[in-house]
């Protein structure tokens, strides 16, 4: 097949965006300075995110928007103790790098993810 060199140089160009494309949907999206995390009714008790990966020093809030307690709980990095009802608010300094996976002390079920990353995040 003899492709003339414009439509080589389209192809190339092509396939270069579509490869750009890709990598920038597949990077990991790393919150800085605040994220929040709310705390839900939904299918007997919920996060949400149920994942998140922040850079070191970001601060974390965890607000119960549910009708029920809630607690963030997880051994040796961090405990919210007790989070009241309708719109209590925790916040933890994401000080410990690491992948956590945390739980509500009130709802063993309701499960978690927060990654700490130990660098600042290189992207925007």
Same mark, same amino acid.
């Given at each position: ?32 300075? +605040?994220? *929040? ?7 007997? $008790? @919920? #996060?949400?995110?149920?994942? /998140?990966?922040?850079?070191? %020093? ?6 119960? +928007?549910? *009708? ?7 051994? $040796? @990095? #961090?405990?919210?103790?007790? /989070?009241?009802?309708?719109? %209590? ?29 130990? %660098? ?5």
């Amino acid at each position: 097949m003899n492709i003339p060199s414009r439509g080589r140089a389209a192809i190339r160009v092509t396939l270069l965006a579509l490869t750009l494309l890709a990598c920038a949907a597949c990077q990991q999206k790393v919150a800085t300075g +605040q994220v *929040t995390i709310n705390m839900t009714g939904a299918g007997g $008790g @919920a #996060f949400n995110p149920t994942n /998140v990966t922040v850079a070191l %020093g970001t601060l974390v809030i965890f607000v119960n +928007q549910d *009708t029920q307690p809630h607690s963030a709980t997880v051994a $040796g @990095a #961090f405990d919210s103790g007790i /989070v009241a009802p309708n719109g %209590g608010r925790w916040t933890w300094v994401a000080s410990i790098p690491g992948t956590f996976q945390y739980h509500s002390s009130l709802q063993p079920t309701m499960i978690a993810t927060i990654t700490v990353l130990p %660098g600042a995040p290189t992207g925007p």
